[in-house]
């Protein structure tokens, strides 16, 4: 059974500043990585999904990094700004019997301050 | 342009009743879920469904069950509702099994 970590559980800092948020997962037969964030209130949206072959993924200023191996990934985000408030939250397909169903962590809780 | 959509966005009801949520994409994407969301916002898969056929059925009651009339749409069905199903319901699609997976608004549920 697939389990998936994220550290910190919430994280506040001021505007500007880069960042680290952590997930680890315990199964290392993924298919892929996902991560998401969810704002108060709503949906989820994708921000970048890593494949199991894949070592990083970038959009903007956002950079995710992946090692299957110490079942470890790795969200950067640089020059934080305000907007950036919201719960992030990482996914990855347990692929046990084929399902590929999703096993999400809890999320960090991410408070930029002007 | 609604990638993931899905009616009612907040649904109040009684214990006992039976209701339904439906979920529409337009993604052309052959796989949809739903997922649960509970009071500590932990998201839980309840089911899949990839080509019209049942893959996925996490150990949920059998009071809930998926429909889905074609490719672009997975309807939940909940009979007999319990007070612990009140949570956010959340439908999601995806291009194949393990594809990027996109999620619509969510659906809050509060049985009274």
């Known amino acids: 059974k697939q389990e998936v970590t994220q550290i910190p559980a919430a994280l506040s800092v001021p505007e500007g500043e880069n960042l680290v948020l952590n997930c680890s997962f315990t199964d290392s037969a993924i298919y892929n990585l996902q991560w998401f964030r969810q704002d108060p209130g709503k949906g989820l949206t994708s921000l970048l999904l890593?494949?199991?072959?894949?070592r990083e993924q970038t959009s903007g200023r956002l950079n995710a990094s992946l090692d299957k191996s110490s079942g470890r990934s790795t969200l950067y985000i640089a020059a934080s700004q305000p907007g950036d408030s919201a719960t992030y939250l990482c996914a990855v397909p347990y692929s046990g019997a084929g399902s590929y169903q999703l096993t999400f962590g809890k999320g960090t809780k991410l408070s930029v301050i002007p | 342009d609604t990638a993931v959509s899905q009616t009612p966005k907040y649904l109040v009801t009684q214990m006992g009743n039976d209701k339904s949520i439906k979920c529409e994409q337009n993604l052309g994407h052959d796989t949809m879920y739903w997922y649960k969301q509970d009071s500590k916002k932990f998201l839980k898969i309840m089911f899949s469904y990839n080509n019209k056929e049942l893959i996925i059925n996490e150990t949920v009651p059998n009071r809930f069950s998926p429909k889905s009339p074609d490719k672009a749409h997975l309807n939940l069905h909940i009979n007999s509702l319990e007070l612990g199903d009140s949570a956010v319901y959340f439908c999601?699609?995806?291009?194949?099994?393990?594809?990027?997976?996109?999620f619509g608004p969510g659906t809050r549920l509060t049985v009274l």
């Open positions: 999601a699609s995806s291009r194949g099994l393990g594809g990027e997976q996109f």
């Open positions: 890593i494949q199991s072959s894949q």
